[in-house]
């Protein structure tokens, strides 16, 4: 019986070795491969042409999956060992577009179901192709489930003159992604690579994009953060893609590692195509750029629609009501006189749209060379906030009357166009952690469309603070239902300290918040200098000689601002109820990875909008007995010092700041929530997940 046996298996094989097409894999010792492979022809070779063959995978069942040439945070790319014949080359395989597969904190490249990669081979002009030596081939290459990886190992024998061209082969051919026809850019920019693609605007990327790499060393030993968000931002032809990088151990010498002269690519435009690019060093800049927002972003008369009423409604905001009261005594000051009322109003004007306008260049500026950085970003910065503490103690103690300023509109005594133009400036510059609620879509925008476009966002934002003061200015019949001037404005100015007064004390506690105990006690001494120069200024300026000392206080606070020490100790964190956890980019690929639905929240401690929502919909027994029984991972990002990874998240979610509520339902992807929130809100969708 075995003799019988082993005679029918050599019949057998023999029979299979003269078979032209396909040429099976034998099994790798212990049993048939989970996913098998065959190598199959595109035709018959022609001396000097090229020939195409086809490496058709397989999976003996649904659950297993090959990799890309890059295979992610795990697996292992597929490695060919090629026995051709004299002069004959193989060139580089050709890959369908793989998809992505995250199981737990790591994102693979894979291909579910069966799949096939193309190999050219450079067939020599003066090569034999009807009598020649077979090709064998050696393939290795690894089939993974979502549990177990088994390594593969194929060895197939091709004899070319048997090829004939396989029906599959056209379809096979069509699923190949096809090459970028002009070379893309690259450029790293910190901890992140940008690359730019040229590609029509036309090009419907109405989808999810997304980059694959092809390599994994983007040298000075830095690999991609697979699992991280990619930013997508585009003017007109040009795409421009931006990657997390992280640093990997290696030697203290970064500069023995090299940065890749190219990087290869392809770009899955998120419906089913993509593209493969080849990028070589260049210049890729963010500024002139608007973010993809999947239905398309909206025209600039919208834009500019929403920084006006985002500005109008900013002068209804709880924190800039003490600004208020410095508008409210100017227009009082302006009384009946037309002219005055103007050139107030004009000055007035000019200050807020002058302050906007140089925040937002500022925020362009510095993007345009990396930083990232979002709108209010001046209160992420120490001494930028023991500046406005000392200004608020200042204000307040003008209006109790310890001090005038000659000409301010926050003074007694007549008004100038000039203290009407600080006070203007001073409105805007306080008022910038307050547009949340009403700006997310246009300053979210600004930061990333033309220049030009941008600065005429930001002075439409300014126009919009400054038109209820404009109005009363240039329209008699406002200004005539205004309090005639009197002995009221000295004692409205003096309850007008009040809000000043409470100003102080948050501007206080976020010093608190910012720096430890030790930062908040350093402001403190520098706040009771102040004050205290202030009561010296008042007494002197009543003997006429305040001019000088006050010239002297400015110059002090100065010096003491550029020499303040900057806080060592990181900022508190804040009690909870929902007891989050802090956001990074792995803390929400692995939340997303539990199948669990996911709330994150951006926030800061200079944001008034975000402290109200946190008491009305966050932080209630409510919304925590909700999340608890529906399983919602919460996240908190706090933004109240600077942090690239959330600048990140809010330019992709096309957010200029804070607040940002984002909502991960299990397997979908982020649905952005109101920007004020009411107080079931999270409460409904928590329960709708269950």
Not at 320 to 335: C, E, N, Q, R, W
């Amino acid at each position: 019986m075995n003799g019988l046996r082993a005679i029918l298996t050599a019949v057998v094989l023999a029979l299979a070795a003269l078979l032209p097409i396909p040429a099976v894999a034998q099994s790798q010792p212990g049993g048939p491969n989970d996913i098998a492979i065959e190598l199959v022809a595109d035709g018959a070779p022609q001396p000097g042409k090229e020939w195409v063959l086809a490496l058709h995978f397989t999976p003996r069942s649904p659950e297993w999956h090959g990799y890309w040439s890059n295979p992610g945070d795990a697996g292992l790319g597929m490695e060919l060992d090629w026995q051709l014949p004299e002069g004959w080359r193989a060139g580089e395989p050709l890959y369908p577009l793989p998809k992505r597969l995250i199981i737990g904190e790591l994102m693979n490249h894979v291909y579910e179901g069966s799949y096939a990669v193309l190999v050219p081979i450079a067939v020599p002009s003066g090569g034999a192709t009807g009598n020649t030596a077979p090709i064998r081939l050696t393939a290795s290459y690894l089939a993974c489930t979502d549990t177990i990886c088994v390594p593969q190992v194929a060895k197939i024998t091709f004899d070319p003159a048997h090829a004939r061209k396989d029906p599959r082969f056209n379809s096979w051919r069509a699923a190949i992604v096809p090459p970028l026809g002009s070379e893309a850019g690259f450029e790293f920019a910190g901890d992140r690579l940008r690359i730019g693609i040229p590609l029509p605007a036309a090009s419907d990327l109405s989808g999810e994009p997304h980059v694959f790499l092809a390599q994994g060393d983007m040298g000075n030993y830095r690999r991609p953060i697979y699992t991280a968000a990619q930013t997508f931002i585009r003017e007109a032809d040009m795409l421009v893609a931006e990657i997390s990088l992280q640093r990997i151990p290696g030697p203290s010498d970064p500069g023995v590692d090299p940065v890749p002269g190219q990087i290869e690519g392809i770009l899955d435009f998120g419906n089913g195509r993509g593209v493969k690019f080849a990028a070589g060093p260049a210049d890729v800049p963010l500024e002139g750029v608007k973010p993809i927002n999947g239905g398309g972003s909206p025209a600039l008369w919208q834009l500019l629609l929403a920084a006006l009423v985002g500005g109008l409604l900013l002068n209804v905001m709880p924190c800039v009501f003490p600004i208020l009261s410095l508008k409210a005594l100017a227009l009082a000051k302006a009384g009946g006189d037309e002219d005055a009322a103007r050139s107030d109003a004009l000055a007035y004007t000019a200050g807020v749209v002058l302050a906007c306008a140089a925040l937002g260049g500022t925020i362009l500026l510095l993007r345009s060379v990396g930083e990232q950085v979002g709108w209010a970003f001046q209160l992420q910065n120490p001494t930028v906030v023991v500046a406005l503490f000392l200004l608020a103690l200042a204000i307040t103690a003008n209006f109790l009357g310890v001090f005038e300023v000659p000409g301010l509109a926050i003074s007694s005594g007549k008004p100038s166009r000039g203290g009407s133009f600080a006070t203007g400036l001073l409105a805007a510059f306080v008022a910038t952690p307050c547009t949340g609620p009403f700006m997310a879509l246009a300053l979210g925008a600004a930061l990333v469309i033309p220049p030009l476009d941008a600065a005429l966002v930001f002075v439409a934002l300014g126009v919009g603070l400054a038109l209820p003061f404009l109005l009363v200015g240039f329209v008699p019949a406002i200004r005539a239902r205004l309090p005639r001037p009197g002995e009221w404005m000295e004692r409205f100015r003096r309850w007008m300290a009040l809000p000043m007064g409470l100003t102080a004390v948050a501007l206080a506690w976020l010093i608190w918040r910012i720096g430890g105990v030790n930062f908040l006690f350093i402001a403190a001494l520098m706040g009771g200098a102040t004050t205290l120069w202030l009561v010296l200024a008042g007494r002197m300026q009543r003997a006429g000689k305040g001019g000088p000392v006050l010239a002297a206080l400015a110059a002090g606070v100065a010096v003491g601002l550029v020499f303040l020490p900057q806080p060592k100790s990181p900022e508190l964190a804040a009690e909870s109820l929902l007891d989050p956890v802090p956001f990074s980019d792995d803390a929400l690929a692995e939340a997303r990875a539990s199948g669990r639905p996911v709330f994150v929240w951006f926030t800061a401690d200079w944001c008034v909008t975000c402290k109200v929502n946190e008491s009305v919909a966050i932080e209630r027994e409510e919304t925590k007995a909700a999340f608890e029984k529906a399983g919602v991972i919460a996240i908190r990002a706090d933004w109240t010092r600077p942090d690239e990874a959330i600048s990140r998240i809010l330019t992709q979610q096309g957010a200029a700041g804070v607040p940002l509520y984002l909502w991960y339902a299990p397997g979908a992807e982020a649905e952005q929530l109101p920007q004020v929130l009411t107080p079931d809100l999270l409460v409904e969708k928590a329960r709708s997940s269950r």
